[in-house]
């Protein structure tokens, strides 16, 4: 039913559902893009009305908010190695790396803290450097978006991780040594690298326009970049403590905390940022599986209906030449050759029809199947048919052997244990023992050997085969005054859900 919008005239007309689903998404985009730019205002807003003189200087709150920082990213960076040892994928290495990165040279920043009244080129130096380290490691998480994930025996391996570890401790001895012993200038060195994690920041925005990356953690990604360029901007702007400088500080805080947002979410759900997908890209997936399995479904439902008519046709020409046949032995065969083939149909038909999965109960076929089978040997009422069976579920490869080997020793015990119209009884027993079933197809009948042929027929070897598919071993042995045929086989595992149903 499709939704209609009323109109004057009583007239109804379809919803522009493609237009408004384009609205909402430029709506969409809206929003997301006035979040990312947000702090910009904020800059802006203290650039132009701050004074110049007003600061805020607090060192025990600085030292304790960059120790709080620490922790965290310490934390988020533990969550994100997982989230790499699990999946592999080389995004979650780098950005394991940016967080580790961010840890090691922010570190000496906030324990530097003191400093700022007698070195302030040691104390501030290492802020954009910090950012500088992790802008570099988050563009080439970017650049490795959809690359192969790594082997599980190499993700813990000290050649992947060393190589990029040891330099950020290098950044750490290269910022020390430039703000004591002044030989390059502290300025240049401070706009270098907060320029260098801009322009990072912006070199991995470009990547994720070019690669045309999506996904629902990657807005948490692309907003982070933009606010950890703005954040270098604002330090760009900003003198020490002054309210520029803090703001800098919260808006690069937010920035790590979103992007920390998407690590946990990653964690939670795939353990990686490429194999999470938006309800939208999943609502597509799902009804492309949908119309894919109705597909198969109709021509499951084809295929099934053209088996049964062809099965169907074979045995009424298995029926008309037994009918013209004037040869007893041809129309022997045959009979056997359609109670084999009946049987094959009466599986189709109860996999068919039955909504299994992937087990089916034996009793209710077997009944069946014997019927059937004593119908086709028109024996009337001299063979008296008694079934014993168990509830016992078998799979679909089981259920085909054991209704083929029921159908051979039935055939074998009409043929065979009562010739010449002797009367008498047949048993069919299937009881389960445990992980095993037990098949005995049992009568009193003349006795094995004791009829033409019985003891090396087609049937008997057919049967002795079919059991060995079982897993099991076909026995002879004397009944109640004639012969009991037995296999012991094994039961295949059957899901708690499929047993509880049961």
Known sequence: ??????????????????????????????????????????????????????????????????GVSILLAAFVTLVTWTCYDSSGEVLTRFLTLGFLGFVVVYTPH??????????????????????????????????????????????????????????QFAVVAAVWWVATTKAVDPSIVRVVTEGAAIALCAASLLVLAVKRIRGPLVWCYAVALVWFALSSGAFFLARPWNHQWWLAHAIFASGFFLLSYGVVRAYQTTRAFSRLYSAEVMMGQLADSQAAVSTKEMLLRELNHRVKNSLQIVANLLILEEARSQDAGVRSVLTEIRGRLDAISLIHRRLYQADYDGHFDAASTLTELCENLLAVANT?????????????LVTVDQGITLMLLVNELVTNAVKHGFPNGRPGTLWVRLIRHGAHAVLEVEDDGVGFGKSDKSSDGLGLRLSRQLAEELGGHLEIGTGAGGTRFSVNFPLAVVTPRVAAEA
């Open 1 to 66: 039913m499709s939704t209609a919008a009323l109109v004057p005239g009583n007239r109804a007309t379809p919803l522009p559902h493609a237009r408004i689903a384009a609205l909402v998404e430029g709506f969409r985009l809206l929003v997301l893009g006035l979040l990312a730019i947000g702090p910009a205002f904020g800059i802006a807003y203290l650039e132009a009305f701050q004074d110049p003189a007003l600061v805020a200087e607090a060192h025990l709150f600085h030292e304790i908010a960059i």
């Open 110 to 167: 906030g324990l530097l803290t003191e400093q700022s009244s007698h070195n302030m080129a040691l104390f501030l130096l290492y802020g954009p450097a910090s950012r500088m380290v992790m802008a570099f490691f988050l563009f080439l998480g970017l650049l490795n978006y959809r690359a192969e994930h790594d082997a599980p025996e190499v993700r813990r391996r000290a050649s992947v991780w060393l190589p990029w570890i040891l330099p």
């Open 380 to 392: 009337g009422n001299r063979i008296h048919f008694r079934l014993e069976v168990q509830p016992v």
